[in-house]
């Protein structure tokens, strides 16, 4: 699997965009890389997931560069709920898509 | 759409009982589910890979006698952790990967808490 890493934690002023980067420098060629957040005690959320393109949904976008060595999450418009742990996982169908969680980095949104 | 649902949501249980946890995926069918365990302070650990009509794949160091996986349907995977101990004590998360559309993603339950005394 692919190694990971993201800052451990960040700060961001509420309504403001909220830009998480992480380096996956080995991944490999038919590696998605997913996002998840996890809010304190409860189950991760799926958030997005790219293989070589940007990707946009309602939460999020997603930026993955040309090397796709690294990508960065950007969530538009931060809000206090999004405070939680963002996790950057490279995954595979050769594991089944299984996800190894990092530590993740710790988002606080501040009013 | 997406929803796994866990039962039960927490459970406390004496020393060398059996306990059960049901996973299931509320609007989708889901040929692989996975299971994972989270320590306090710690990142989810991915105990087990579950397919639907067979066994369940373990991770190193996690014993297969103590954590029973059964996948009997495309909607169910239930963990059974047998003779529970106080070090089993941990948060058990859920996963379902969707046969549908998105194959290559997987959402979870909302996990359980289990408290061994």
């Known amino acids: 699997d692919a190694k990971t890493t993201q800052p451990t934690s960040m700060d961001c002023a509420e309504g403001r965009a909220a830009n998480l980067p992480c380096n996956h420098s080995?991944?490999?060629?038919?590696?998605?890389v997913y996002w998840y957040r996890q809010i304190h005690s409860q189950g991760p959320q799926y958030i997005i997931h790219?293989?070589?393109n940007n990707e946009t949904n309602e939460m999020a976008s997603l930026i993955i560069t040309e090397d796709r060595k690294s990508s960065t999450l950007i969530l538009p418009h931060a809000t206090l709920r999004d405070t939680a742990v963002y996790y950057c996982?490279?995954?595979?169908?050769?594991?089944?898509?299984?996800?190894?969680f990092g530590k993740g980095t710790s988002l606080l949104v501040t009013p | 759409g997406a929803v796994v649902s866990q039962h039960p949501s927490w459970v406390i249980c004496k020393s060398g009982t059996s306990v059960k946890i049901e996973c299931r995926s509320l609007?989708?069918?889901?040929?692989?589910m996975f299971w994972y365990r989270q320590f306090p302070k710690q990142s989810l650990m991915l105990m087990a890979t579950?397919?639907?009509?067979?066994?369940?794949?373990?991770e190193q160091g996690v014993e297969k006698d103590k954590f029973l996986i059964n996948h009997a349907s495309l909607t169910l995977s239930t963990l059974t952790v047998t003779s529970a101990h106080p070090e089993d004590s941990s948060f058990y998360i859920c996963?379902?990967?969707?046969?549908?559309?998105?194959?290559?993603?997987?959402?979870f339950g909302p996990g359980t808490r289990l408290l061994v005394l």
């Open positions: 996963s379902a990967r969707d046969n549908g559309r998105n194959q290559e993603t997987q959402y």
């Open positions: 080995t991944i490999s060629g038919n590696e998605y």
């Open positions: 790219g293989l070589k």
């Open positions: 996982i490279p995954s595979n169908s050769n594991s089944g898509y299984a996800l190894n």
């Open positions: 609007d989708f069918q889901a040929t692989t």
């Open positions: 579950s397919n639907e009509g067979s066994k369940a794949t373990y």
